[in-house]
């Protein structure tokens, strides 16, 4: 089975810092390009970072230069280091695991919330 656990959402000041962490089990973790989702209310889910498995990274420029998205296929974790936080980076954080085998397989942890307040 499965599992993508969020860790280290919760409460910080604008200009503060928060470091997200997800830990994977049920895969290849290796074999997975990651990636770093939020959501907020009555929004669409959108992409923050990503990270092949060849370790290229990729963010969009609202969040680039603030936030850093790292790997460790040994420990089966990615990463999510936010610095600069800004009251629009509110949102529920998701990580998400995508492995092509024949197919492609995405998998979603439940997420956890960051509040930034101002």
């Known amino acids: 089975q499965v599992q993508l656990v969020e860790s280290g959402g919760g409460t910080v000041q604008a200009g503060g810092s928060l470091r997200l962490s997800c830990a994977a089990s049920?895969?290849?973790?290796?074999?997975?390009?990651l990636g770093w989702y939020r959501q907020q209310p009555g929004k669409q889910r959108e992409l923050v970072a990503s990270?092949?498995?060849?370790?290229?990274?990729n963010y969009p420029n609202s969040v680039k230069g603030r936030f850093i998205i790292s790997r460790d296929n040994a420990k089966k974790t990615v990463a999510l280091q936010m610095n600069s936080l800004k009251p629009e980076d509110t949102a529920v954080y998701y990580c998400?695991?995508?492995?092509?085998?024949?197919?492609?397989?995405?998998?979603w942890g439940q997420g956890t919330q960051v509040t930034v307040a101002s």
């Open positions: 049920g895969i290849t973790f290796s074999d997975a390009d």
């Open positions: 998400k695991a995508t492995i092509e085998v024949r197919t492609t397989y995405h998998y």
């Open positions: 990270i092949s498995i060849f370790g290229n990274t």
